[in-house]
């Protein structure tokens, strides 16, 4: 079992000094290249390119000149000069490139204020919830500690559509140059226990009194708020990846490495175990007996817990194109179905609304509780409500969670060098075509490109385990042939 976490008043780690962040980088050119605001922000290695401080305080003038200079009216009628929220999460990058948006954002006549350590939905909330007209997050989630990234807010706390993510991305590549001179950034102490309260509240009085349980926020930006919260509702936190240090962010830990955690509730014969990412918007839980429960497990659970308490709005939920079509079916029994949307929580915002549906997320356990949480995906949050479940049937995680079932799944990730349209890669669309005639109703092959990273995937699923893996491989191999790195 790993150390609590730091006391709330004192730094998760010590930043890197400005000059390592400050070195020349080449500027990409502004025709020709591709879209730098993938499917969650910017991402890249920390101090590298458009992640270099130079570039990222060009963004945070370019964030202000866009939100704020274009849209007056975005000013609060409380404040005479229009505010932006920051925040990051267990880097060691994160407080040196969170100070050079403060220095664009302030040469847009914006004033920087700091919540310090935190996770993407607590800086959404508090974004939302204070007198901020716009929200800036340096984090990159789930990927290593040298990687880094940047998620934009609007004063509403949701992330920003296509076409301003374009024009902001217009306006940084038209005026790259750096941002110089020092300026003040006001770290509010005050905004971590607004969040934790925040999460209290939306408990809507569940007790965890008597409730011992695992959580691991992966070193990253729950590693005070998670234990906080559960521990102000009365339960027994035992905590892993609790302790950042600026380099062990999601290394061995969190919602992508549960390992260590099903030990520890295996160890304690703890109620569950809670696994986090980087950045707390993703949770996976860990049942009494050490399984990994993961996002369509997690829906397939809600949904049956929201039918047997009132209902679920609309009869459906909204989940990507990931999800195992063991969802489907799960749901299916339970007299639901899936209207299903393109990879990445904004996809699946824009699902619910559209659709006027209350509940929807991801296969990695980023789930949404629509117009409950303001859109607003929160690992904690997950959480409280699952236990909320155990608690209200009496049954173990193990029980709940065995009403999904999934189908076989392989996942392969292709290094490429380039991300062409499939359709200019016939052959590769003929493999695909081959595969799913041999797999029939009973799978589905699926090929997308990361959205943050250099890489094709290919998933097969099906009912036979060790003939996906073999049609996966096969694919992975063509692409590998056709545009491999």
């Not at 070195?23 to 922000?41: H, I, M, N, V, Y």
């Not at 009628?77 to 969170?98: Q, Y």
């Not at 959580?215 to 521990?231: I, M």
Request: net charge negative; proline share 7%; hydrophobic share 45%.
């Amino acid at each position: 079992m790993g150390s609590g976490p730091p006391p709330m008043d004192s730094p998760p780690f010590a930043p890197v000094p400005p000059p390592a962040l400050e070195r020349p980088s080449p500027l990409q050119p502004a025709t020709g290249s591709k879209r730098l605001f993938g499917t969650d922000g910017v991402r890249g290695r920390a101090g590298e390119g458009w992640l270099s401080a130079e570039r990222v305080s060009a963004l945070g003038r370019a964030v202000g000149r866009v939100l704020i200079g274009a849209n007056p009216s975005a000013d609060s009628p409380r404040s005479s000069k229009p505010r932006a929220l920051l925040g990051h999460d267990g880097r060691r990058s994160g407080p040196t490139l969170e100070a050079a948006l403060a220095r664009g954002l302030a040469a847009a006549g914006i004033t920087p204020v700091s919540a310090g350590l935190t996770t993407t939905p607590g800086l959404a909330h508090l974004t939302r919830a204070g007198d901020f007209a716009v929200g800036v997050m340096v984090s990159a989630s789930h990927n290593p500690a040298d990687d880094n990234g940047i998620k934009i807010f609007g004063s509403s706390g949701e992330k920003l559509d296509d076409g301003i993510e374009d024009a902001i991305e217009a306006a940084w590549r038209a005026a790259p140059d750096a941002v110089h001179g020092a300026t003040p950034l006001q770290h509010d102490a005050s905004l971590e226990a607004l969040y934790v309260q925040h999460l209290v509240a939306a408990a809507g009085g569940l007790s965890l009194r008597g409730v011992e349980l695992g959580l691991d926020a992966a070193n990253g930006g729950a590693s005070r708020v998670g234990p906080a919260v559960l521990e102000a509702l009365g339960a027994r936190v035992h905590t892993l990846g609790c302790a950042p240090d600026g380099d062990n962010i999601n290394s061995g830990c969190g919602s992508t490495h549960p390992e260590a955690l099903a030990e520890l509730v295996r160890a304690r014969g703890l109620m569950l175990g809670v696994a986090l990412d980087g950045d707390g918007d993703r949770c996976v839980l860990v049942d009494e007996h050490g399984a990994v429960v993961d996002g369509d497990a997690l829906l397939t659970l809600l949904a049956a817990w929201r039918v047997a308490n009132g209902g679920l709005p609309g009869g459906r939920i909204v989940a990507t194109v990931m999800s195992n079509r063991g969802l489907h079916r799960a749901l299916a029994d339970l007299g639901l179905s899936v209207v299903t949307v393109d990879v990445g929580d904004r996809r699946v915002v824009e699902g619910l609304r559209r659709e006027a549906l209350v509940l929807g997320g991801e296969q990695s356990g980023h789930i949404v509780f629509g117009p409950d949480n303001h859109f607003i995906g929160d690992g904690v949050l997950t959480a409280l409500r699952v236990i909320e479940a155990l608690i209200g049937t009496g049954r173990p995680l193990s029980e709940l969670a065995a009403r999904f079932c999934a189908f076989p799944q392989v996942l392969v990730n292709v290094p490429v060098r380039v991300k062409p349209p499939w359709s200019e890669l016939p052959a590769v669309l003929a493999m695909v075509a081959e595969v799913e005639r041999e797999l029939g109703l009973d799978g589905r092959v699926l090929l997308r490109y990361s959205g943050t990273e250099s890489l094709a995937r290919v998933m097969v699923e099906g009912p036979h385990s060790g003939a996906i893996e073999a049609h996966a491989r096969r694919i992975a191999d063509g692409i590998q042939i056709a545009i491999g790195a």
